[in-house]
């Protein structure tokens, strides 16, 4: 059976595993994907959002999650507060989180992107301006981008993976798959 590739776009509340977990409100991939032998290339903690490729092809799957390849992962990050041009900074440089200093990363402000709303929103207060920012990583530890945020002193508020790579969120609502095209598996395949 020839390998297979997808992409999905991953809800908040959903857990990047296929088992689930009984003491656990969080649903499972198994509730939106139907395709046997396939897993996830890395992972997006339970309240994070967006993309997450799924692949049964083992290489391909040990070469985008290895640190050591180093493949970028784009971010758009709504933080507490105004972030100032020190705190990114910060985080272009790299910076000390916990027992690892992390990479450096692209770091800018955007606007606020047009993205599905989540379900359950997100906490509002009226007295805290939030804005968004977008991070492009190449590499990716456990709750690395909210740990990163959180140093330099603004908290994430939502956080959604748009890209892998090339790969993109364009023609998906959270909850949906699809395969990748074979233009798409090229430029995967040439990026590793």
């Known amino acids: 059976m020839p390998d297979r590739y997808l992409l999905f776009y991953k809800p908040y509340n959903v857990l990047s595993q296929f088992s689930e977990q009984a003491d656990s409100p969080a649903r499972s991939l198994k509730e939106f994907i139907n395709v046997p032998n396939v897993y996830p290339v890395g992972r997006l903690d339970r309240d994070s959002e967006g993309l997450l490729l799924l692949t049964s ?3 391909l799957q040990h070469r985008l999650s290895d640190p050591k390849f180093g493949h970028l992962r784009t971010y758009w990050v709504q933080v507490e507060h105004i972030p100032t041009e020190e705190a990114l900074q910060h985080l272009r440089q790299g910076l000390w989180i916990q027992t690892y200093r992390s990479r450096p990363a692209a770091v800018k402000r955007i606007e606020p992107p047009e993205l599905p709303p989540r379900d359950p929103p997100i ?10 920012v977008e991070l ?3 590499e990716g530890k456990n709750r690395q981008v909210r740990r ?14 748009v890209a892998i790579g090339s790969l993109t969120l364009d023609g998906l ?3 949906q798959w699809r395969a990748l095209s074979p233009a798409e598996l090229m430029r995967v395949k040439a990026e590793i």
């Open 123 to 132: 906490r509002y207060r009226q007295q805290i301006p939030t804005a968004w």
């Open 173 to 175: 609502q959270p909850g």
């Open 136 to 138: 492009v990583l190449s």
């Open 148 to 161: 990163m945020t959180a140093a330099v002193g603004f908290p994430t508020l939502r956080l959604v993976r």
């Open 57 to 59: 092809n083992g290489q």
